[in-house]
């Protein structure tokens, strides 16, 4: 429905209850922009509003808090609006992917709590490997939209901390870090499914951006694998040659 | 924030929250604990009334704390304070998730069995705090289309051609209930 401009502000306080269709939202909040009495109204409904959700108060389930504070630990934040444009930064990888970061938001917007760990991950993706990780991002999107998904976080002795996202149903992983010490030049950080008795290669870390590495795929794993992490040679190898710094129980 | 008045305890506290904020948009993971412990049962209650499946519900009370995380530096406290910043969100989240199943799963089941539904559990679960029983009390005072309307907006999802439909009067009409009803209630909760 279409209302006369001169009409749109008897839309206040649906608009502040978030009885608006999507239209009819956007329409007003164009309205909204340049019309301060509008804004008054809104800002004192909104507040009511508030007391009507203090009032539903309830304890969100077990494990919630958890979560959610694991997911903080690895996700970066938007930068403040700034009245002038941000200075363009040429180097580094990090400034780039920033700016895509609106996109992939969109991308995955729909998938649940975990993404947002992932997109810590691919913010410190580069530029051009963004096309490929386009591709990733479907298949890490996949394991996160997944009903049984499962994230759990651990620290990793020496420093930083290791996240997994399980889905058991796809048999796919998703592992990301932070605030992993830096390594000398012909190290890597390597990652291990370790079963009884087995230790298989489960993918190398990427480059830390800004403290963080993108997600790192793994499949082909049982209940009782546990995550492991060992620092190794550049390339890799296919066994452990160092003492784990890492050894975590994949979550359930 | 300047202060017209002398600040209330609730006015107060929504100037901490706002301090709050501020922090975590600093990247201060304590203060976003602390924000924590005082908005998430705010905000799950909130989508768990609008959404009413648990499952659903948790996994959008996740989503919503996230995204104060991720844009707290957005929050401006000339807009508002922060509780009604995060709980815009939650709301928002909400209401939008319980719109797009409700556009999978056929819009008209929905409308037909929600208009008693809504009615009185408003005062049923929520919890027996101080706010609740305030906001019984000043919702009783409402007439009952002034009342209906906002809970079934608000609470239950619907858009106010919706509502309109639901309660069987005209839009205008529902329009100027939402606003006097809200007023009337911001005069009656004492909501500065």
Redesign the interface.
């Known amino acids: 429905?279409r209302l006369p401009r001169r009409d749109l502000h008897?839309?206040?306080?649906?608009y502040?209850?978030?009885?608006?269709?999507a239209g009819e939202r956007d329409r007003f909040e164009r309205h909204l922009e340049r019309c301060p009495r509008c804004?008054d109204e809104v800002?004192?409904?909104?507040?009511?509003?508030?007391?009507?959700?203090?009032?539903?108060?309830?304890?969100?389930?077990a494990g919630?808090?958890e979560?959610?504070?694991a997911?903080?630990?690895v996700?970066?934040?938007?930068?403040?609006?700034t009245t002038r444009d941000r200075p363009r930064v040429s180097l580094g990888a990090a400034p780039r992917a920033a700016r895509r970061y609106p996109r992939l938001v969109t991308a995955i917007a729909a998938v649940?709590?975990a993404a947002?760990v992932v997109l810590g991950g691919l913010l410190a993706v580069t530029r051009h490997q963004l096309d490929s990780a386009q591709a990733h991002n479907q298949e890490i999107a996949t394991v996160l939209a997944a009903p049984d998904a499962r994230i759990a976080s651990a620290p990793v002795t020496g420093g930083g901390t290791a996240t997994v996202v399980v889905s058991h149903a796809e048999n796919k992983l998703i592992f990301t870090s932070a605030g992993l010490p830096e390594l000398a030049p012909t190290q890597v950080y390597e990652l291990w499914l370790l079963g009884p008795g087995s230790a298989r290669p489960a993918g190398l870390l990427p480059e830390p951006v800004a403290g963080k590495t993108a997600p790192v795929l793994a499949s082909g794993f049982t209940a009782e694998d546990k995550m492991g992490m060992t620092v190794e040679p550049s390339g890799g190898t296919s066994s452990p040659t160092t003492t784990p710094i890492l050894v975590m129980p994949l979550p359930e | 924030m300047e202060a017209r008045e002398a600040p209330g305890p609730a006015k107060r506290a929504d100037a901490d929250l706002d301090a709050l904020l501020t922090l975590v948009?600093r990247?201060d993971?304590g203060a976003?604990?602390a924000l924590?412990e005082r908005l998430?049962?705010?905000?799950?209650?909130?989508i768990?009334?609008v959404l009413r499946d648990?499952a659903q519900s948790?996994?959008v009370?996740?989503?919503v704390?996230?995204e104060v995380?991720?844009?707290?530096?957005?929050f401006d406290p000339a807009?508002?304070?922060a509780?009604?910043w995060v709980?815009?969100i939650?709301?928002?989240r909400a209401?939008d998730r319980v719109?797009s199943e409700a556009a999978a799963a056929g819009r008209e089941q929905r409308t037909s069995q929600a208009a008693g539904a809504a009615r009185d559990d408003v005062a049923d679960?929520?919890?027996a705090?101080l706010?609740?029983e305030?906001?019984?009390r000043c919702l009783a005072g409402l007439s009952d289309v002034q009342r209906e309307s906002?809970t079934l907006?608000?609470?239950g999802?619907?858009?106010?051609?919706e509502?309109a439909k639901l309660l069987e009067v005209a839009?205008?009409t529902?329009?100027?209930r939402?606003?006097d009803g809200?007023n009337r209630?911001?005069d009656c909760?004492g909501?500065?």
């Open positions: 429905m008897s839309l206040a306080g649906p502040a209850l978030d009885a608006l269709d804004q800002r004192r409904m909104s507040q009511t509003a508030t007391a009507l959700a203090m009032a539903a108060a309830a304890e969100p389930p919630v808090k979560r959610v504070l997911a903080v630990a996700t970066p934040q938007l930068p403040p609006v649940a709590v947002a | 948009a990247g993971q976003f604990e924590y998430a049962r705010p905000a799950y209650g909130l768990r009334k648990p948790e996994e009370v996740q989503e704390l996230l995380w991720r844009t707290a530096s957005r807009k508002g304070g509780a009604t709980l815009t939650a709301h928002r209401v719109r679960s929520v919890e705090t706010d609740a305030l906001l019984r906002i907006a608000y609470y999802g619907y858009t106010y051609p509502v839009l205008g529902i329009k100027s939402i606003r809200l209630l911001r909760l909501v500065s």
